[in-house]
Nanobody, 114 residues
């Protein structure tokens, strides 16, 4: 089974930007929906953004206009660019490949300092 590995998390100041990567293999994001989720402290995991197999993005309301989801040409790596981050964006971010068998990464921590 393909494994997913997130990277790019860290500490960023409010108003700054961060790019998260989710590395898979075998063109996984060309045959599955690519998705980013997050779990904020004390909250359940929630959807941040999705990218369809055809490349159509969908965003949660809080992410619209600030976050961008994309993938590389090989469709094996998924990205999430977070612009104008806020303290409320602090949490653990997970990627997923959603299809017949859902696959998730282990998560990467994002901390936004105000």
């Amino acid at each position: 089974q393909v494994q997913l590995q997130e990277s790019g998390g860290g500490l960023v100041q409010a108003g700054g930007s961060l790019r998260l990567s989710c590395t898979g293999s075998g063109g996984i994001f060309g045959v599955n929906v690519g998705a980013w989720f997050r779990q904020l402290p004390g909250n359940q995991r929630e959807l941040v953004a999705m990218l369809s197999e055809a490349g159509t993005p969908t965003f949660a309301k809080f992410a619209e206009g600030r976050f961008t989801i994309s993938r590389d040409n090989a469709k094996s790596t998924l990205f999430l660019v977070m612009d104008n981050v806020k303290a409320d964006d602090t949490g653990t971010y997970y990627c997923g490949a959603l299809g017949r068998d859902n696959v998730y990464g282990q998560g990467t921590q994002v901390t936004v300092s105000s």
